[in-house]
């Protein structure tokens, strides 16, 4: 099994990032590995992301995270030409508190 994972800078605040976090509540993302959210030095908000496949993100992030960002967006009325680019990235180990990793081809 290998990775399909990604950075992504979009230019939104930690409190926006809350209000699409909770519209999209606990909906599951089959494939989804690791979601992380940090917020840079110039106070946006960056992603990393690891799936399973390709095919797992396009699926989450068309039925769960779409839906939750496009109503935010639209109330504070920004409305971006599109999505932010994704850098890819290759996942070497994931390893978890308990020990436990997983790694491409495993």
């Not at 106070?43 to 990393?48: A, D, F, I």
């Not at 797992?56 to 920004?78: D, K, M, Q, T, Y």
């Amino acid at each position: 099994m290998g990775f399909f994972a990604w950075t992504q800078n979009v230019p939104i605040t930690a409190e926006i990032y809350d209000e699409i976090a909770e519209r999209m509540g606990d909906a599951p993302m089959p494939g989804l590995l690791v979601h992380l959210a940090f917020e840079n030095a110039d106070k946006t908000v960056s992603y990393l992301d690891v799936w399973d496949s390709e095919e797992s993100c396009n699926a989450g992030v068309e039925r769960v995270v779409h839906p939750a960002v496009h109503p935010v967006l639209a109330a504070r009325g920004i409305h971006p030409p599109g999505e932010p680019p994704r850098a890819p990235v290759t996942v070497l180990d994931i390893r978890f508190g308990d020990g436990s990793s997983k790694r491409p081809g495993s």
